[in-house]
């Protein structure tokens, strides 16, 4: 056989065993990088611990409150007719430095939110929904939607009457309107179908003094 044929076939040889010899330590590498890895999980997790649960509950959340975020109701805006109102009465909103203040203690043409017992008034709406709260010439006034058969009570001077006040407009009390808080007797705050209601009620008005 000439030389460069036994070189070629030695070199064959050689090339069989190498792979031979690599399929036998195969299984070896691959449990030594399985190994690896193993121990690297436990490093890393030991140095920064990783609770799923919680990430589970937190990617939960974020996807509810975006959910939430896009079902909330449109009427969460401020409606015309209480802008407008605003601007008659040439009102202005409570200053950071004034939120939470005393309702006694505030001046006169501001407007604000608070519930029933309106002892201090605050610069936002807040959750659950208060009522807005209106001050000017010197008289505190409740600020609402109701209907015009609750409303017709008020303005014909009854007594003994109710008025189911809320924050927005709602199906069969759409007309805004105010009342003097020293004019209710008794306000109560009730869950509704469609939003809090204030339940306003009115034993008899008193004259106002000119």
Known sequence: MPRSEERGASLQGRLRR???DMKRWYPYLI?????LVIVGYFIVRG?????FSDIWSRNNHAMNVQRDVGKMPEGNAVPKEV????REQQLRPLTEREDGTKIQDLPNGIYGFAMCSVVALRAKRGIPLSLEI???NGIVYYVGYASD????KYLTHQKDFH???????????STLFEIPVEFVSKCEERPGGDGDIFDLFVATIPE???
């Open 18 to 20: 190498i792979l031979t």
């Open 31 to 35: 449990t030594a990088l399985l190994g």
């Open 47 to 51: 140095s920064f611990p990783i609770n």
């Open 83 to 86: 802008l407008r109102l605003r």
């Open 134 to 136: 209106h001050k000017y």
């Open 149 to 152: 058969e609750q409303i017709g």
């Open 163 to 173: 008025i189911l006040t809320s924050p927005h407009p709602r199906k069969g009390a």
């Open 208 to 210: 106002l003094q000119t």
